[in-house]
């Protein structure tokens, strides 16, 4: 499964809901994710690319796309 | 060392349903109710001081505990909503309380400043004497300050809470606390002289459901208790989906997390004591069973308190 599959499975888990979403739409915006589930999100993303994501980069903009989400992801590669 | 010796407690008796506060926002109870898990709130009269409320809390604290507020060591009052910049509501408590001369000391933090202002007083009531930690807020002059946010005028309400803190005898003793600070999201959670609050509620929902826990844990941690041996954890009340999410997050059921803000939203730096009062008199600490506080606001400010029934 390539790595925006993968988001998408995430991002399907955590919210219980379908993710029919372009890349550079926002999640918040669109109703995928809320403020609650935020949280879990970041959870799911350390444990599937097996990264630890520090409080000083939790600004939910970083998050707020799935591209958005790549971009911080490579950031971390 | 020190001690809790006893709670105190002052809410108005104005009620302010959802249904009335969903409707500045263009919404419905049942909408804040989802986001929030607030069925109502109280507001404080129009005459009312936050130093008001600070003293009628204070008093029912020291006449549960039969103490004179003269023989105080010193008054901590925290609060994010002081009419004024100074003087700030402590020393006018303190004179309301009949306490004129306990030196009296403001704590300008919001909804961790009962928090810090507790932790603090366990390390200087062995010097000064029993100390009266208070959290006073009127936070619906801010609320209803135009333009009215979806996401925070339906958040708030008024009270007070208190706290005595002896260094010789009490209900409970302070074993450990934690405080930490990060100046970094400050524009975060914010209010500004004579603006409305301002809120990136994703920003301040994220942090705080990472960094609470982590904090329990630290003080946990540091004396060896399980999160499941803990018999009640004390909250600042916040939003009740974030109460259940910390529950989760620490691995116990969401009933030891007691709560209140059902009845009276979030009361900011007043919540957490207002909670533990309302919790004292429907179950109190037992014997040797530890007992969590912890508070996350506007700052970021964050810690948690442990103590151990006596």
Same mark, same amino acid.
């Given at each position: 499964?390539?790595?925006?599959?993968?988001?998408?499975?995430?991002?399907?888990?955590?919210?219980?809901?379908?993710?029919?979403?372009?890349?550079?739409?926002?999640?918040?915006?669109?109703?995928?994710?809320?403020?609650?589930?935020?949280?879990?999100?970041?959870?799911?993303?350390?444990?599937?690319?097996?990264?630890?994501?520090?409080?000083?980069?939790?600004?939910?903009?970083?998050?707020?796309?799935?591209?958005?989400?790549?971009?911080?992801?490579?950031?971390?590669? | 060392?020190?001690?809790?010796?006893?709670?105190?407690?002052?809410?108005?008796?104005?009620?302010?349903?959802?249904?009335?506060?969903?409707?500045?926002?263009?919404?419905?109870?049942?909408?804040?109710?989802?986001?929030?898990?607030?069925?109502?709130?109280?507001?404080?009269?129009?005459?009312?001081?936050?130093?008001?409320? *600070?003293?009628?809390?204070?008093?029912?604290? !020291?006449?549960? +505990?039969?103490?004179? =507020?003269?023989? &105080? %060591?010193? /008054? @901590? #009052?925290?609060?994010?909503?002081?009419?004024?910049?100074?003087?700030?509501?402590?020393?006018?408590?303190?004179?309301?309380?009949?306490?004129?001369?306990?030196?009296?000391?403001?704590?300008?933090? *919001?909804?961790?400043?009962?928090?810090?202002? !507790?932790?603090? +007083?366990?390390?200087? =009531?062995?010097? &000064? %004497?029993? /100390? @009266? #930690?208070?959290?006073?807020?009127?936070?619906?002059?801010?609320?209803?300050?135009?333009?009215?946010?979806?996401?925070?005028?339906?958040?708030?309400?008024?009270?007070?809470?208190?706290?005595?803190?002896?260094?010789?005898?009490?209900?409970?003793?302070?074993?450990?606390?934690?405080?930490?600070?990060?100046?970094?999201?400050?524009?975060?959670?914010?209010?500004?002289?004579?603006?409305?609050?301002?809120?990136?509620?994703?920003?301040?929902?994220?942090?705080?459901?990472?960094?609470?826990?982590?904090?329990?844990?630290?003080?946990?941690?540091?004396?060896?208790?399980?999160?499941?041996?803990?018999?009640?954890?004390?909250?600042?009340?916040?939003?009740?989906?974030?109460?259940?999410?910390?529950?989760?997050?620490?691995?116990?059921?969401?009933?030891?997390?007691?709560?209140?803000?059902?009845?009276?939203?979030?009361?900011?730096?007043?919540?957490?004591?207002?909670?533990?009062?309302?919790?004292?008199?429907?179950?109190?600490?037992?014997?040797?069973?530890?007992?969590?506080?912890?508070?996350?606001?506007?700052?970021?400010?964050?810690?948690?308190?442990?103590?151990?029934?006596?």
């Amino acid at each position: 499964m390539d790595r925006r599959s993968k988001l998408t499975e995430i991002l399907k888990s955590v919210t219980k809901k379908d993710v029919n979403i372009g890349p550079e739409e926002s999640l918040f915006e669109s109703g995928v994710l809320d403020s609650f589930a935020l949280p879990d999100l970041v959870s799911a993303l350390e444990q599937e690319f097996s990264i630890q994501i520090p409080d000083s980069d939790l600004n939910p903009r970083k998050f707020d796309s799935i591209q958005r989400i790549e971009e911080y992801l490579d950031s971390r590669a | 060392m020190a001690f809790i010796a006893e709670f105190g407690c002052w809410l108005p008796e104005h009620i302010v349903t959802s249904a009335e506060a969903g409707s500045w926002v263009g919404s419905d109870a049942e909408w804040v109710r989802n986001v929030s898990g607030i069925d109502e709130r109280r507001f404080a009269a129009e005459t009312d001081t936050v130093a008001d409320l *600070a003293a009628r809390a204070g008093a029912d604290c !020291l006449g549960r +505990a039969g103490l004179a =507020a003269k023989h &105080l %060591g010193m /008054i @901590l #009052v925290a609060s994010g909503t002081a009419e004024r910049s100074f003087p700030g509501p402590a020393c006018a408590a303190a004179r309301l309380l009949g306490a004129e001369h306990v030196p009296a000391l403001d704590i300008p933090m *919001a909804s961790a400043g009962s928090l810090f202002a !507790l932790s603090l +007083a366990s390390r200087l =009531a062995g010097q &000064l %004497g029993p /100390i @009266l #930690v208070i959290g006073a807020e009127i936070m619906s002059r801010v609320v209803l300050r135009e333009p009215r946010e979806r996401g925070v005028a339906i958040l708030f309400g008024d009270g007070a809470g208190a706290c005595l803190v002896s260094p010789n005898a009490g209900r409970a003793e302070i074993i450990d606390s934690f405080l930490a600070s990060d100046g970094s999201f400050a524009d975060d959670l914010k209010l500004d002289h004579g603006a409305p609050l301002q809120m990136n509620g994703r920003s301040v929902i994220l942090q705080a459901s990472r960094k609470i826990p982590a904090a329990i844990r630290t003080v946990l941690d540091r004396n060896g208790v399980a999160p499941a041996a803990v018999q009640s954890f004390l909250m600042h009340q916040a939003n009740q989906n974030l109460l259940d999410k910390i529950a989760a997050s620490l691995g116990v059921p969401p009933e030891r997390f007691f709560s209140n803000i059902r009845r009276y939203g979030n009361t900011s730096s007043a919540s957490l004591l207002i909670a533990a009062c309302e919790w004292s008199r429907a179950e109190g600490f037992r014997s040797g069973a530890p007992v969590v506080f912890a508070a996350f606001g506007a700052g970021f400010h964050w810690g948690a308190l442990l103590a151990r029934g006596v």
